[in-house]
């Protein structure tokens, strides 16, 4: 029996562990404060992006994409080919 049929079988509905209890509220409040954020710039796969022409700098390539109306993809796309995408590099 591989892994995924064991947990099919075994981990889902009634026959997951945690099947019908409740967490606490000192539980969930723990484990709200411990959940890492790692949105926008605190991702560690952000991409800074620079302007080359205006000089202007941005934290990730979303926030470029919106501030610049230059789709996310053409901005990837140019700095995975090492080219430029309308003056961005």
């Not at 994409?65 to 309308?86: G, P, T, V």
């Amino acid at each position: 029996m591989t892994l995924s049929e064991h947990s099919k079988l075994h981990n889902n509905g009634c026959t997951h562990p945690n099947y019908g209890k409740k967490l606490s509220d000192k539980c969930r409040k723990h484990m709200s404060e411990n959940h890492a954020n790692v949105s926008g710039d605190k991702n560690p796969r952000a991409r800074k992006i620079k302007d080359i022409i205006s000089g202007l700098e941005f934290s990730t390539i979303k926030e470029a994409s919106e501030k610049c109306s230059i789709s996310r993809s053409s901005i990837y796309n140019s700095l995975r080919d090492n080219k430029e995408a309308c003056g961005y590099h």
